[in-house]
């Protein structure tokens, strides 16, 4: 089993920036993959940003160039470093972990971006 825990969402104006973080424990060891989903009121759940183990990353059109995920595994946790956020951004932010297997979500972050 493994359990993810984000933290670092909040109220941020346009233009500005904030930093998810996504700390993972239980089997950690099983996990390939991360990545960061978001969704937003009335819409479906969509990927913003993955990382492999070996640090292949790969991201949404609508967030290249101003976001960023990053991995540390030593200390089982990913980031998510959102600059230049805008109001479309806003949204629920989950963590996820993939192992060959299963699936693992975080309970998800809000982050609020006003105009």
């Known amino acids: 089993q493994v359990r993810l825990v984000e933290s670092g969402g909040g109220l941020v104006q346009a233009g500005g920036s904030l930093s998810l973080s996504c700390a993972a424990s239980g089997s950690t060891f099983n996990i390939r993959t991360m990545a960061w989903y978001r969704q937003a009121p009335g819409k479906e759940r969509e990927l913003v940003a993955r990382?492999?183990?070996?640090?292949?990353?790969n991201y949404a059109d609508s967030v290249k160039g101003r976001f960023t995920i990053s991995r540390d595994n030593a200390k089982n946790t990913v980031y998510l470093q959102m600059n230049s956020l805008k109001p479309e951004d806003t949204a629920v932010y989950y963590c996820?972990?993939?192992?060959?297997?299963?699936?693992?979500w975080g309970q998800g972050t809000q982050v609020t971006v006003s105009s």
């Open positions: 990382i492999a183990r070996g640090g292949i990353t």
């Open positions: 996820n972990g993939e192992t060959t297997f299963q699936t693992y």
